[in-house]
């Protein structure tokens, strides 16, 4: 994403929020683990690590200061903040809320893009699974949620999909799913359960994918298509605007590339590039 959004023009920057995140695939504007890391917390108090990563962004949200004085150097650059991963701090625990919300008074603009392994779409229970995490979490932190299926080019190593990609995105008619449910062994047991909580969730709206797509999606969610970050904001929005939801045929696109005829692209894609080089190779000449 800071690649792309660079690439389009935008002035980005990432920080970093995880202090167990030892090897950062990315430039890092700010970094926690200037102020504390995982292992110092764990080594010090003798906390395990999810003990030790609660400590962390307690100890962060008391040192609030230090991070706003930080973000300061940003100007008014796109920020990315990378959090942790750990569920807790998300569904239960105050500090990133907490944190969330100092930001949200020193007029950051904030969505949540939550990101899922496409994998879980393979297993039902996990399905529903993930779907309470991200509902649990949209009515935690209380910003714009964005799901984001990832690793889509995975997902078949795992196991075949019971529907279509769209199913999961749209989270269209869970009762479809209470068959798959009744015929697993151990969530069998719980078919009220179940039915209970395939209910609960379509009582939400939850949501989409895909670069371009999801950026589009994302500056309308936090306004940043009505703002006037960067000069020329007026074409952004019009993108953002004109083409701000995922359609149907977009997950079928994603599906017949990634799932269905993977191969089949991937050879066409080799073949594309052995072309663009010889005649790059031509022109040389």
Not at 127 to 138: E, P, R, W
Not at 152 to 163: C, N, R, T
Not at 216 to 223: C, E, F, P, S, T
Not at 227 to 241: F, K, V
């Amino acid at each position: 994403m800071h690649q792309f959004l660079n690439a389009t023009g935008r002035k980005v920057s990432v920080v970093n929020l995880d202090p167990a995140n030892d090897f950062l695939p990315y430039p890092c504007a700010i970094n926690i683990s200037d102020l504390i890391t995982l292992q110092d917390v764990m080594e010090e108090l003798k906390l395990g690590p999810n003990g030790g990563m609660m400590y962390c962004m307690e100890f962060l949200e008391k040192n609030f200061d230090w991070f706003e004085e930080k973000l300061k150097s940003l100007g008014d650059n796109y920020i990315l903040f990378d959090f942790p991963g750990q569920v807790e701090l998300f569904t239960h625990h105050n500090s990133v809320k907490n944190i969330i919300e100092r930001l949200q008074k020193l007029n950051y603009r904030l969505v949540t893009i939550h990101l899922v392994d496409a994998h879980y779409c393979t297993d039902p229970t996990k399905y529903i699974s993930i779907l309470l995490i991200s509902l649990k979490t949209m009515l935690q932190i209380e910003l714009p949620h964005i799901n984001v299926l990832s690793k889509v080019d995975l997902m078949e190593s795992y196991g075949k999909l019971a529907f279509n990609l769209d199913f999961y995105t749209e989270v269209q008619d869970l009762s479809y799913l209470l068959q798959h449910l009744d015929e697993d062994p151990f969530a069998s047991k719980f078919k009220e359960l179940n039915k209970a909580l395939c209910g609960l969730i379509e009582d939400f709206n939850l949501d989409k994918n895909s670069v371009l797509k999801l950026v589009q999606v994302i500056d309308k969610a936090n306004g940043y298509v009505f703002g006037g970050l960067t000069e020329g904001n007026e074409s952004i929005m019009l993108a953002a605007m004109g083409a701000n939801t995922t359609t149907l045929s977009d997950i079928l696109e994603v599906q017949e590339r990634w799932l269905n005829s993977r191969e089949d692209y991937d050879e066409w894609e080799l073949k594309q590039q052995q072309m663009e080089q010889a005649q790059k190779n031509v022109k040389a000449k």
